[in-house]
């Protein structure tokens, strides 16, 4: 890695001191709150009742006296409650599935799409793009914001962009070969999946032209990464965000892959005890509520992310000075409460990393057994492991349990499966079925 030149898109802000970052934060919450107030009736409502005013922060701390905004008040407000500006000056709209409800809405303004190109190439140049990659998108185009957040990103920073979108991965290949695209963005699994696709297709690294992985939209390990990074030649960074927020941008690792840098000049991050609510220090884990600062459109006040992770400074080689976070171990409206223990899926990932000859494909299945709750991690094994030999597949379903009991706490059935068998995803996986409601 020692030759690869660190490389900037805003390098004043991003390396700026901090102290004097927190200045520009503190002008712009209080601006965001002020505008929060006067143009959207549901924060006016929500700071009348409370007896709130909008010049309550003197200071930055002052944010731990803002109400919480959650994704139930953007349903509350569907389509267009949240919105702080008319409609025509809005020029994009993006929205969430809704599989689970009504779907949230998110609007941008001109200036709120440009800051947001503008904090994606922030991110994609950390992870090494520059104006002389072609990159090929394999995040879907549509009301997700992952295809046209990324898109844009690539194509301010003025990379040649290919914009494939998901599906046929055997033209995918067939285009990153041709095209000899430098850069995959997609999901971490989606990129998994192209690699075994490549081994179908008999296509090596060395047939593709690829150096970088842009991999985000859900969470991941080490052993996804390791593999990627194998099989594909890259270096795979990762990039977290959401919709509600801008969608990706908020914070992406650089090549040193020590964290990911938060866009803090735009997004003040707070983690909290999801029980108590009460803010917790740096450094210690818990859900990440997130302000916007400088979003027209739609300004969101102490958003719960409901993703789990830590915030920390640290210096990092890159010469970065934004706050980072660690990779989200995943959600807290995803975690499992087996028996009363927690359990989330990124543990069970952490514990297959531990074991030689299984896949990081997995899926878990919790069940309701009379009144104890009972759990079954089907594990793919890899190809050059025997399935035939007796032994070896024992001590395999040994040391899994044996891993998985240290890391959850609790002991699981440990199912093999042979090699392809899992479902593969092209947008983010589910690796989790609750049969215990159903
Ligand atoms: O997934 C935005 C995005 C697109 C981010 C492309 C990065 C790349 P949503 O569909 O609204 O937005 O889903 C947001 O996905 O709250 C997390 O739970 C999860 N998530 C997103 N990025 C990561 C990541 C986009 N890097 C939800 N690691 C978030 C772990 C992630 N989880």
Known sequence: MGEIEV???????????????????????????????????????TFDKLGLKPDVISELADISKLPFTNKQDLRDNYPYGMFAVPLRDIVRIHSSSGTTGKPTVVGYTRNDLENWNNLVARL???????????????????????????HYG??????????FSSGNTSRQL????????????????????????????????????????????????????????????????????????????????????????????????????????????????????????KREAMPLLRYRTRDVTRLYREECPCGRTLIKMDKPQGRTDDMLI???????PSQVE?????????????????????????????VEVNEDIFFDE???????????TVQFQKILLLKPKVTLVTSQTLERFEGKAKRVVDERNS
């Not at 802000?13 to 102290?19: G, H, L, T, Y």
């Not at 514990?351 to 009144?371: E, N, T």
């Not at 007796?390 to 899994?400: I, S």
């Open 174 to 293: 067939a285009i990153m070969q041709d095209y000899k695209s430098t850069t995959l963005v997609s999901t971490p699994s989606y990129a998994l999946h192209i690699a075994e696709t490549m081994e179908k297709m008999g296509i090596n690294r060395n047939d593709l032209s690829l150096k970088y992985a842009l991999l985000g939209s859900e969470p991941w390990g080490d052993k996804i990464r390791e593999e990627v990074q194998d099989k594909l030649g890259v270096i795979a960074t990762d990039n977290y965000g959401l919709s509600e927020l801008i969608g990706p941008g908020i914070s992406g690792e650089c090549i040193y892959q020590k964290g990911l840098h938060i866009n803090e000049d735009f997004f003040y991050p707070e983690i909290i005890d999801p029980l108590t609510l009460k803010p917790l220090p740096e450094g210690e884990w818990g859900e990440l509520v997130l302000t916007t600062l």
């Open 124 to 150: 994609m140049t950390a992870g090494g793009v520059s104006k002389d990659d072609i990159v090929h998108v394999s995040f879907t185009y549509g009301l997700f914001t992952g295809g046209f957040g990324l």
């Open 390 to 400: 007796m032994k070896k597949q024992r001590e395999l379903v040994e040391n899994l």
């Open 350 to 378: 952490e514990a297959l990393a531990q074991v030689q000859g299984v896949s990081p494909h997995y899926i878990i299945f919790v069940r309701k057994k009379g009144a104890l709750d009972s759990i079954e991690i089907k």
């Open 338 to 344: 087996v028996n009363g223990v927690n359990v989330f």
């Open 154 to 163: 690539a194509e301010t920073i003025g990379a040649s962009v290919i914009p």
């Open 7 to 45: 490389k900037y898109w805003h390098e004043e802000e991003e390396r700026m001191d901090p102290a004097e970052r927190k200045v520009f934060q503190l002008e712009r919450l209080q601006t965001t709150v002020n505008r929060a107030y006067r143009k959207v009736d549901f924060y006016r409502r």
